[in-house]
């Protein structure tokens, strides 16, 4: 599975802003029964976990409470205090997970996964972004100290899933999307795992995911049960179990970030875990940040058809409604509010819909101004490409020139906006 290799325009699908029809976004303040949410105790008591419910009955499903309280336990199997020519200290950190009680999970189904993390080795505790990755830990940077794990591939022609450690040639594959230098050079770490360690992402994978700990085997597949976008979200919260602990760490001053299906779990563990101080999401599209009512680009049937598995069963329900699925981009990102937000976009990725994305990050700042918090202000037009806005508020965005991808560009925009709110770690 590419990361970046399906964007742009799929023929069959709407693209032409005019022919879409017409439809009204969900109001982040405005409860289910029409009554409109006028202050920051009802958005907490009462919306919040309101959007929240309807997310798990309609898309990703409810992450069990026994997956909530999972007993991991956490082993440091490398340190190098030197690490990328002295710039980082590099931990490599296996992480295993122990089944719920009463569970006899199936043999082949996955019992850890593996933490990479660099802090900046003139300075730590540091910040730190951390975010799944699609290539397997040693595609992030060019580092030989990193320590390869077997990832998934269902070779052409194959119906069987292989997996093996990867080539050596993709060492730092996925260098230009994660600039792991350049984070490390303004102060920042970065924390980050393998997907796959915690679900392969193919169709009919589901004995080899981390849920198989947590579901009781045999038991009739709930309408809500979560699906594998579920199981990164949660994987991203148990890495924030461990990085809590991590002396290395600046634990307040966590950020989450995704791309694409990545940037969908990204929002999912931001929504429901306010231990992440930002979500930095990068083109997470439909499903994620972008406004499904519009149905520009790719529909539900398109995903459901595709990803079955990244949702729970009831997201079926709404093939052919894009327009009344109860939840929508907009909400699933106001559920960060009131911390930092940024929403990002390219140009040519029109599969995600950046103009979605842009209305997202819009109506979400209402819920930052009920908060007392500054962000976008109602009604602005959509920022020329390339252009940055927000940062002088909890809400940015920008649709930068391009294709579906994650660019120098948007990192030197998130530590930036980063810098504004919590210092600039270099300076400190
Ligand atoms: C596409 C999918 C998108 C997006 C993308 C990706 O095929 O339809 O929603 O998640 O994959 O992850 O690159």
């Not at 830990?137 to 030989?144: G, L, R």
């Not at 450690?165 to 600039?179: I, K, V």
Request: charged share 20%; aromatic share 10%; with cysteine.
């Amino acid at each position: 599975v590419a990361s970046s290799a399906s964007a742009q325009r799929i023929p069959g699908y709407l693209y032409d802003e005019s022919k879409i029809a017409s439809y009204t976004m969900l109001d982040p303040l405005r409860m289910e029964n029409g009554k409109p949410v006028t202050n920051a105790a009802m958005w907490n008591a009462q919306r919040r976990p309101e959007i929240l419910r309807l997310f798990e009955e309609n898309e990703f499903g409810r992450t069990p409470d026994a997956a909530r309280a999972a007993v991991m336990h956490a082993k440091i199997i490398e340190r190098n205090d030197y690490a990328l020519n002295g710039l980082a200290v590099r931990e490599q950190i296996e992480l295993t997970f122990d089944p719920a009680p009463g569970v006899t999970p199936p043999a082949e189904a996955s019992r850890s996964m593996r933490l990479l993390l660099y802090v900046p080795h003139v300075q730590h505790p540091s910040p730190v972004v951390l975010g799944l990755n699609f290539l397997g830990n040693q595609s992030v940077v060019d580092d030989a100290g990193i320590l390869p794990t077997p990832v998934w591939s269902k070779p052409k022609g194959s119906t069987a899933l292989v997996h093996e450690l990867p080539a050596e040639s993709t060492r730092g594959s996925g260098a230009q999307q994660w600039q792991v230098e350049m984070l490390l050079k303004h102060g920042y770490g970065l924390a980050t795992i393998y997907y796959g360690d915690l679900e392969p992402d193919f169709k009919d994978a589901s004995q080899y995911s981390v849920r198989q700990l947590f579901d009781r085997p045999g038991a009739v597949q709930a309408q809500d049960a979560w699906g594998s976008l579920g199981a990164w979200a949660w994987g991203l919260s148990r890495a924030m179990d461990y990085l809590e602990n991590d002396p290395l760490v600046d634990a307040s001053h966590v950020a989450v970030t995704g791309h694409s299906r990545l940037g969908k779990a990204a929002d999912w563990a931001a929504a429901q875990d306010t231990r992440f101080a930002a979500l930095l999401s990068t083109e997470s599209g439909h499903g994620g940040q972008s406004i499904q009512r519009r149905a520009l680009g790719e529909t539900v049937q398109h995903l459901e058809h595709s990803f079955p598995y990244w949702f729970c069963p009831a997201y079926a329900q709404w093939v052919g409604h894009d327009n009344e699925i109860p939840v929508d981009g907009n909400l699933l990102v106001a559920l960060v509010a009131p911390r930092l937000l940024y929403v990002a976009s390219a140009k040519e990725d029109e599969w995600s819909d950046p103009k979605g994305e842009f209305l997202s990050a819009l109506s979400a700042s209402s819920v930052y101004r009920l908060l007392g918090e500054k962000a976008l202000p109602p009604d602005i037009p959509m920022p020329a490409v390339d252009t940055a806005i927000g940062f002088d508020g909890d809400v940015a965005y920008h649709e930068r020139a391009g294709k579906h991808d994650v660019t120098s560009f948007d990192w030197e925009h998130y530590i930036v906006f980063l810098n504004r709110h919590w210092g600039d770690p270099e300076t400190l």
